[in-house]
């Protein structure tokens, strides 16, 4: 098996699951349009993360790594009513997309877009007196994401899932060798996993449009 099959099969599943839908595909044409990089979740995975959310009656969600709001709308869309989502976003541009795809969705009053490098809103987020999130999507630059799930797991509750993307990277998670920033700070992730007593996890890997991949999950004990 090979890319074009996976992708023709994600197609197929897409086209029996998921209906056209004008908000997600006018947020996925505008994020194109902007030049940004083709890195959003697929359908299936996006349908995924509505799931999940509806799974966990989520009222409040954390992402971060916003790009075009595409994932966004998603985990939106599964929110219980008057729930709401923090998502950070470190480059203005993408946020300036992101801010008008998710009005399009009609979503501007549930989410809540912060500009700036996660390691600097985290913790201006966890200054403030809110609730736990009840559901964490990290998909912001891969070398970070020890840092950000420690910070998960201090923003969330007992209960809680901490979703990270992009795990696998074309098996290169597996070289003790590897050179790539960000598949070394998803090997630190895993270490951390490993002997982690404050969450259990797992972790799957995927074949799709998207390549090779994987994503980790982890409920907070
Ligand atoms: N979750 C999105 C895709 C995110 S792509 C979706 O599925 O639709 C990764 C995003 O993380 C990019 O927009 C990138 O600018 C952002 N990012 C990278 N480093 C970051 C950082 N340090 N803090 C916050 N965002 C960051
Ligand atoms: C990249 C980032 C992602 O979050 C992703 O899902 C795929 C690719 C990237 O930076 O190349
Ligand atoms: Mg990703």
């Keep these: 098996m090979d890319q074009e099959t996976w992708t023709a099969v994600d197609g197929y599943l897409t ?20 030049n940004m990089p083709a890195i959003s979740v697929s359908p299936t995975q996006g349908k995924l993360l509505e799931l999940l959310a ?3 009656h989520a009222r409040s969600i954390l992402e971060i790594g916003t790009l075009g709001g595409y ?3 998603w985990l939106a869309r599964g ?6 989502i923090v998502t950070l976003e470190k480059v203005p541009s ?7 795809n998710i009005a399009r969705a009609g979503f ?7 500009i700036g490098s996660a390691l600097d809103t985290l913790p201006q987020l966890a200054a403030e007196d809110r609730e736990p999130f009840d559901l964490v999507f990290i998909d912001a630059d891969k070398q970070n994401i020890p840092a950000y799930f420690d910070w998960a797991v201090t923003l969330a509750h007992a209960g809680s899932m901490i979703i990270v993307d992009n795990v696998v990277r074309d098996g290169d ?10 598949t070394q700070g998803v090997r630190r992730f895993f270490d951390r ?17 998207k390549g090779y991949d994987g994503f980790a999950v982890s409920i907070v004990n």
């Design 173 to 182: 998670v597996i070289n003790d060798d590897t050179e790539d920033t960000g």
């Design 193 to 209: 996993l490993s002997t982690s007593a404050l969450v259990t996890s797992t972790a799957i890997q995927t074949v799709g449009v």
């Design 108 to 114: 501007a009053d549930v989410v809540d877009l912060r």
């Design 94 to 100: 993408h946020a300036d997309v992101a801010r008008a």
């Design 71 to 73: 994932s966004t709308i």
């Design 15 to 34: 086209k029996k699951l998921i209906p056209p839908d004008a908000a997600l595909d006018a947020a996925q044409a505008a994020t194109a349009a902007a």
């Design 79 to 84: 929110l219980a009513p008057g729930g709401r």
């Design 54 to 56: 509806m799974t966990l």
